[in-house]
């Protein structure tokens, strides 16, 4: 049966090309690329010979149909973005949906991808992590997803164009805390690869100037841990919450209490409430 080769390429550096990826680029019928042109210097440099047709966003449900009569006459294909991995903010996912639909197998050719290159070059904790491609341009979907990035308890990885990069770690910045831990990464593999570390306000600042070129990556890291409430304060908390709740008050209500009088995470003083009535018996 043919197949459809998702075949990832390199990102900037083109000695990062794999050897899988240039036996199966050199042996299918056809290479469907978001933009010929720029794959084409990938072809010269490794002399493949293979015909090229576009596939991009506009005109991508052509190009589905017309694929899956390629695998239908028992033709392998091949499918490649400009740079990395095909899908991760690059078109292909409805070529991959309508060949999969049509019975034919999909097989992925591992190589770079400037995600996973951020994120293990970032400083940051790699696992888990959460992947968002490109932020929105409108400010209001803009201003969900930084919400969304401020609410979680991992790392965040996101791509962004050089020319709105200072407006989105600014947005960052006001969301998550600027003292939240976060990395850039540019023109990774490239001959001027940055990475610049510290928090969402130090790079804020540094970027507030003239954007930076080549291609983007920010690694928003995880929220600092609360430190651990120092057994003394613990006793005290305790014994409040036993206060309270002889008094009458509801579970819910003595945490709010204690959180409030003796400035504690209201988490932390609602577990408080839980282990006195486990230890007092409900």
Not at 219 to 229: H, L, S, T, Y
Not at 260 to 275: F, S, T
């Amino acid at each position: 049966m043919a197949r459809l080769y998702i075949v990832s390429t390199p990102i900037g550096n083109l000695a990062d090309m794999t050897h899988r990826a240039l036996e199966v680029l050199g042996s299918v019928t056809r290479v469907y690329a978001e933009d010929t042109r720029r794959t084409a210097i990938l072809f010269r440099r490794y002399d493949l010979r293979t015909p090229l047709a576009s596939a991009h966003e506009h005109n991508e449900a052509g190009r589905a149909e017309e694929i899956v009569a390629q695998l239908e006459a028992g033709a392998d294909v091949a499918l490649v973005s400009d740079a990395g991995t095909p899908l991760l903010s690059d078109p292909g996912a409805r070529i991959v949906q309508c060949v999969l639909a049509a019975g034919h197998d999909v097989v992925p050719v591992p190589g770079a991808s400037a995600l996973l290159a951020a994120l293990v070059g970032a400083g940051l904790p790699a696992e888990p992590f959460t992947w968002l491609g490109f932020p929105p341009r409108q400010a209001g979907a803009r201003r969900e997803l930084a919400a969304r990035v401020a609410a979680l308890d991992h790392t965040a990885v996101l791509y962004e164009a050089p020319g709105r990069l200072g407006r989105l770690l600014e947005e960052l910045a006001e969301a998550c805390g600027a003292e939240r831990p976060a990395a850039v990464a540019r023109e990774l593999t490239k001959l001027h690869e940055t990475f610049r570390r510290g928090t969402l306000g130090e790079l804020a600042a540094y970027y507030s100037g003239p954007p930076p070129r080549g291609e983007i990556v920010v690694v928003v890291g995880p929220p600092a841990a609360a430190p651990p409430e120092p057994a003394v304060r613990r006793a005290e908390a305790e014994a409040l919450a036993r206060e309270l709740l002889d008094a009458g008050s509801r579970p819910s209500s003595v945490a709010r209490e204690l959180a409030r009088r003796l400035e504690l995470r209201r988490n932390a003083a609602y577990e408080i409430v839980l282990a006195v009535t486990g230890k007092d018996g409900g």
